[in-house]
């Protein structure tokens, strides 16, 4: 049987770079394609899935065609006239849906939540995070080794600081005796190990002729030589974090309205889960009245009836005030909603005194489908005319910041801004 052989197997990691640059360029595209990719609703309507598909646009899954591009190919013989050989395929027409343009090629990847989380909101985080030095969380995370001890049990022995205690005193010892002997190197490891480390026996050993020239030349390991891991127990100190995220399920949320405001909220959730371990995520839902609910609940149950914004606010300054005190606690505060409200005088005041607190963020999200209610009759313009923001006009919607209150405000009007709006909110660590 023959033995194959080459001197340089480098080549068979060319698969393992070939799958690591497709998938840098998988995560290129996904990143390009992040507000197309955060707006698909099959990732939010996956309950309790962890790997969702995706299509990532920009990137194309190839394969091999037979023939040329202009479709001449092989045969098995002379075709007769007017025989069929292929159909093109005919344009679309407009009226049943399909388009007369070129198609945008992509292709579909399977990943996990916490992938698209991971290069998605690498570089984002909650803004104004300040330490609160009263409560804090003090959290164990495990064991560290303080500091070397030479007593212990064998379970902890240091390997390598007892072999450098056992080198050096190896050295000494047998430099001490070559000294004074003139032997040479091996025979005083010998007797040294023939006098199990004591230097007044090897000496003796040495001089009397008395060394086996069979005994192991090694190092001699004693009791003393022996060091040992010292441990405590490691923690550390997590300043109180909660994020109150509220949202509008009256009746003029109309479904797809409901979906842009659950979309955004189920990022920053599931964000917020994986980047802060001690953050607690409440969720407050209302119409006429305030209520507060579970995740499951505000992700997907559904109402109807009238609008009264002020509830919500009203509801979360009671929770601020009873459970989540701002000397002790980090407090975000997120409203969804379309903007209709039956007394937006009462919401302002319930928003004042939110911002009276100094919570470390307010963020209002209004919705904004064709135009419905404009920024004229909606709570974003009774919000404006209170406070004076910095506009900024992003994928041809609008953003409003006010730097000293902390209080953002966005307008969402199609699935594309979902993304713009989140990085609005969870801005970069560098821009505190």
């Known amino acids: 049987m023959g033995i194959i052989y080459h001197s340089d197997w480098g080549i068979s990691d060319k698969g393992k770079k070939d799958a690591q640059r497709h998938r840098e360029k998988i995560d290129d595209a996904i990143r390009k394609n992040a507000r197309d990719v955060i707006g698909e609703e099959s990732i939010i309507t996956r309950k309790g899935k ?170 001699m390991i004693t009791d003393d030589d022996l060091r040992y891991k010292k441990i405590e127990q490691d923690i550390e100190y997590h300043s109180n974090a909660v994020v109150i995220a509220m949202m509008d399920v009256s009746g003029s949320m109309s479904r797809e309205k409901k979906y842009l405001c659950r979309s955004l909220l189920f990022w920053m959730t599931e964000f917020l889960k994986k980047s802060y371990e001690h953050v607690q995520i409440r969720f407050i839902q209302h119409t006429t009245e305030a209520q507060v609910v579970n995740e499951d609940d505000f992700f997907n149950k559904g109402e109807s009836g009238g609008t009264s914004c002020y509830t919500a606010f009203e509801l979360a300054n009671y929770m601020i005030d009873t459970e989540y005190p701002m000397d002790e606690w980090n407090v975000y505060c997120v409203y969804c909603g379309d903007g209709e409200d039956w007394d937006t005088s009462k919401t302002v005041v319930q928003i004042e005194n939110m911002l009276n607190k100094k919570v470390n963020m307010l963020s209002y999200i209004e919705i904004l489908l064709n135009g419905e209610y404009g920024y004229d009759g909606s709570l974003l313009n009774a919000i404006r005319k209170k406070w004076s923001f910095n506009p900024t006009r992003i994928k041809g919607t609008d953003f409003f910041k006010n730097e000293s209150l902390r209080f953002l405000c966005s307008v969402i009007k199609s699935r594309e801004h979902i993304w713009p709006c989140l990085k609005h909110m969870l801005f970069s660590k560098d821009n505190k």
Not at 92 to 118: C, F, N, R, S, W
């Open 50 to 219: 962890k790997i969702v598909k995706i299509p990532v646009r920009g990137m194309k899954d190839y394969r091999f065609i037979h023939g040329s591009k202009n479709g001449a190919g092989a045969g098995q013989g002379e075709g007769k006239p007017g025989d069929i050989i292929a159909k093109r395929a005919k344009q679309g027409d407009p009226q049943k849906g399909a388009g007369q343009e070129k198609g945008i090629d992509y292709m579909e990847t399977e990943v996990e939540i916490d992938y698209l989380l991971k290069i998605m909101f690498e570089d984002l985080g909650l803004p104004w995070i300040e330490e609160k030095t009263k409560a804090r969380q003090l959290i164990p995370k495990g064991w560290k080794f303080k500091a070397i001890s030479k007593k212990g049990i064998p379970p902890r022995l240091h390997k390598k600081r007892t072999m450098i205690e056992t080198i050096k005193r190896n050295i000494v010892l047998v430099a001490a005796i070559m000294d004074e002997t003139g032997c040479d190197e091996k025979t005083a490891y010998r007797a040294l190990n023939m006098s199990f480390g004591d230097l007044n026996d090897a000496l003796v050993l040495v001089k009397e002729g008395k060394v086996d020239p069979n005994e192991n030349s090694d190092l």
